[in-house]
């Protein structure tokens, strides 16, 4: 269902791995899928590059990015 590279819409809150909260909503991307799609390593970035959190997200946590998705910003606290 979901492949690397692919950029995903989290459906609930998720815990980044540097304890940074994401919110249903944020958008990431795939960038490694564990052995038999039990999870996947996502990278939330912020508008203008950075990385803001990665995160280890459960197919039940996310969606596929569809046409009818809009870029929304919210602020964050910076990375250290």
Avoid at 15 to 32: M, R, S, T, Y
Avoid at 70 to 79: D, G, I, N, Q, Y
């Amino acid at each position: 269902m979901f492949k690397e590279h692919e950029q995903i819409v989290l459906t609930t809150d998720v815990v980044g791995d540097g304890e940074e909260e994401l919110k249903p909503g944020d958008v990431g991307a795939i960038i490694h899928i564990h052995p038999n799609e039990e999870a996947f390593v996502v990278e939330f970035m912020s508008l203008d590059g950075e990385t803001a959190a990665i995160a280890t997200v459960l197919p039940s946590q996310a969606r596929p990015v569809t046409s009818a998705d809009l870029t929304h910003a919210r602020t964050v606290p910076a990375a250290v």
